[in-house]
């Protein structure tokens, strides 16, 4: 699994950062493969978006292939986080976000990709027209409670029940 932070500890709000463009996170997602999995790395510079596209989809099916001799079933997976973000900040900034042409390069056998945004800006993702939507749903205040004390530390039920309601779960 390969995971793309779009979000990237809001720094995907500086204009230095654009971690939203092509060039950035293709560079990010294809090097973090090659060194999980053994794949090419990606080392060119200054092309075209459809270049490092093209590249990501040799080294995506180059690390599926990887993946597959080791075991026939496995899968690629790349979880693209918070990609409403990354749409937001190519729009703020005038540009095209990489996760646009993501989300539209077709179907790869044995690769699936998942991006995760907020509902309400699902519609930023201009999502292909077969997708699966999964919602996730809040913490319950159990649930809250039992990640507060196992990660954090040792909460009462007041300070847990302020965090859920501050977070919405």
Do not use: W
Request: aromatic share 8%.
């Amino acid at each position: 699994c390969i995971l793309f932070d779009s979000y990237g500890k809001g720094k995907y709000k500086d204009p230095q950062d654009k971690r939203h463009l092509h060039r950035n996170a293709i560079m990010q997602i294809a090097n973090q493969m090659a060194q999980n999995l053994g794949s090419d790395l990606l080392l060119i510079r200054n092309q075209s978006d459809d270049v490092y596209l093209r590249e990501l989809i040799k080294r995506i099916k180059q690390a599926v292939s990887i993946l597959k001799e080791r075991n026939e079933s496995s899968y690629l997976t790349l979880i693209v986080d918070a990609a409403d973000n990354s749409i937001s900040a190519a729009h703020s900034s005038g540009d095209k976000s990489f996760v646009q042409d993501l989300l539209n390069i077709g179907t790869i056998e044995g690769f699936n990709l998942i991006v995760t945004t907020r509902s309400h800006r699902k519609d930023l993702l201009d999502l292909p027209t077969k997708y699966l939507d999964l919602e996730l749903t809040p913490f319950s205040i159990n649930e809250t409670s039992l990640y507060l004390n196992e990660k954090v530390q040792k909460v009462s039920k007041d300070q847990a029940l302020e965090f859920h309601q501050l977070t919405y779960g």
